[in-house]
């Protein structure tokens, strides 16, 4: 049998499966916290959401072309997903916590000249949705290809796939609206996924022997476990900054 057609193994498809409901989550509570920022950014609920989301879908179907079109071997896919879940954290901080700190920041300093920065506003906003809307889309044909490589693949694993995701979209949605967002606060509703994806990554790591073949994701994920400390530990002067924008 082939390298690149080794099955999938029951316990590893069991993995795959979980992993990719918790990046789901994580992707539609990030994409709901930049509509939320975005609404209080233009001033338009339904026209941020709007607008941001069709952005965000269109941005997801580029993804799947690029995954289309490159060639990823069957044993590195593991890797290119673990990457793109790195990346995704990357967008979420410090690229939508950057975002309302420049918005603020805008805000205070051109708020007595009357100078307009609304395209500032608007090639923020849609280059952070594009590249999260590309990292989102990357992941199920990252995992289509997987399951054509294994010689035990089927339309029930695809399907499992495809339910996973969606679920992870749906758990996302509700837990954001109901509890994340209504007792964190927004930054924390940008923190908290990073957190649980972060011990995911490092469990998906150690149950695919992937330390000793992928210290590159290990140093990765160290780099932005200490991220995410300095980000915990900083967000009272973070809070104070913007206030005093506000003022």
């Not at 498809?13 to 992993?19: D, G, M, S, T």
């Not at 990457?83 to 990357?90: E, K, Y």
């Amino acid at each position: 049998m082939e390298q690149n057609t080794l099955p999938i193994k029951s316990m590893e498809y069991k993995y795959l499966i979980a992993f990719n409901c918790c990046t789901a989550f994580v992707c539609m509570n990030l994409q709901l916290s930049l509509s939320t920022c975005l609404s209080y950014i233009f001033s338009s609920s339904i026209y941020a959401y709007s607008l941001f989301t069709g952005i965000y879908l269109m941005a997801m179907g580029g993804g799947a072309i690029i995954v289309h079109k490159i060639n990823v071997d069957r044993n590195n896919i593991i890797k290119v997903v673990l990457l793109n879940a790195f990346f995704i954290m990357l967008i979420a901080n410090p690229g939508i916590t950057g975002v309302i700190y420049l918005n603020e920041y805008f805000d205070h300093q051109f708020r007595f000249t009357g100078e307009e920065y609304l395209t500032t506003k608007y090639v923020l906003s849609i280059t952070l949705t594009i590249l999260l809307g590309v990292a989102s889309g990357i992941e199920l044909p990252l995992f289509s290809k997987l399951f054509k490589y294994s010689s035990e693949g089927s339309s029930k694993d695809l399907i499992g796939i495809l339910v996973s995701d969606y679920l992870g979209a749906f758990i996302g949605t509700i837990l954001f609206a109901f509890i994340i967002y209504p007792y964190s606060g927004i930054i924390d509703s940008v923190l908290i996924p990073q957190t649980i994806l972060i011990i995911v990554m490092l469990f998906m790591m150690f149950k695919f022997s992937l330390f000793k073949s992928f210290k590159i994701m290990l140093f990765l994920i160290s780099f932005k476990i200490t991220l995410q400390i300095i980000s915990y530990s900083q967000l009272d002067t973070f809070y104070q900054v913007l206030d005093g924008f506000s003022l």
